[in-house]
C-alpha cells in the first residue's frame, strides 16, 4: 500500500496488478500456500482510490505452447537469482508483459527487493522501454524487520529471530558512519551479527554495485549491502543503500 500511495501521489490514474506469478518459483519452492488475499487486497485498493486493478489468471499471462522469455544475462543469477536459478527469468518475463500490456507511465517498486529493482532498470533500459521506475523505501515493522509477504510464516519464536537481518544492517550503517569504508571489514561485521544469532542461517550477505550487483571492496563510491537469510523454513531478504561518498 505504501507503492499505492507514492503512485497516487504522483499520478493522475493509478492501475496495481495483482498475480502471483508461477515462473518466478522454483521446484520446492512455495507457490502453492504463498500468501493470497484477493478480495482484502481489492477493498484497500479501492479504498485507496485505484482506478484499475489488473488480475489475470495464469492462463492469460502465459497462453499454452508459451515459450519465449525475457531475460536479463549476467545480473540474473547474482544475489537471489544465485539462490533461486530461474527466479530473476521469471520476474522480467512477467514485468515486461505488464508493462506492455498496462503501458504505465510509471511504475513503483520496492526496495526491499534490491535485485529485482536493478534488473528491472537494466531491461528497461535495454529493451527502450517508455516507463520510469520509481523505487520507494523499505518499510519496516517497529522492530525493524522488513514487510513482507512471507513474514506470515514465521512462529512466534522465528519471529522473534527474524530482527537479525535488520540488526546487521543497523550494524553495518554504524560503522559507516563512523568512516569506514572497507567492504572486507564491513562484511565481516554483519556475518558476526549473525553468528551471535545461531538458529538463523545466512543464505548471503553481500556487498555490492546497485546497479551491476557486482562485488566491490571500497564503499566510498556508494553501494548495496544485501542480506537473505532462512529464519526456519522461511527465506527473509533486506538491504541497505550507502550513499557515495561527499568529497
Known sequence: ???????????????????VNPTQFGLNEDL????????????????????????????????????????VDELSSK????????????????????????????????????????????????????????????VREADGLAMSSRNAYLSPEERKRAPVLNRSLVQVQQLVDAGERDAAKIAAAGHEVFAREGSVRLDYFEIVDPATLDAVRDL?????????????????????????QQK
Not at 113 to 136: G, K, P, T, Y
Request: proline share 4%; net charge neutral.
Open 1 to 19: 500500500m505504501s507503492l499505492v500511495r507514492a503512485a497516487r501521489a504522483a499520478s493522475d490514474v493509478v492501475a496495481a496488478s495483482i498475480f
Open 32 to 71: 502453492a500456500k504463498y500468501p493470497r488475499s484477493f478480495d482484502r487486497d481489492c477493498e484497500m485498493l479501492e479504498r485507496d482510490g485505484v482506478e484499475f486493478v489488473f488480475a489475470p489468471s495464469v492462463e492469460e499471462m502465459y497462453p499454452v505452447g508459451a515459450v519465449t522469455w525475457v531475460t
Open 79 to 138: 544475489l537471489d537469482g544465485r539462490s533461486r536459478p530461474g527466479h530473476f527469468r521469471g520476474v522480467t518475463t512477467v514485468v515486461s508483459k505488464l508493462f506492455h500490456i498496462v503501458e504505465p507511465d510509471q511504475a513503483f517498486f520496492g526496495q526491499k527487493d534490491a535485485a529485482q529493482v536493478a534488473i528491472i532498470r537494466r531491461m528497461v533500459r535495454d529493451l527502450n522501454l517508455a516507463v520510469e521506475i520509481v523505487v520507494c523505501p523499505i
Open 220 to 244: 566510498s563510491g556508494g553501494a548495496l549491502v544485501a542480506v537473505a537469510a532462512y529464519v526456519g523454513a522461511t527465506r527473509l531478504i533486506d538491504n541497505l543503500v550507502i550513499a557515495k
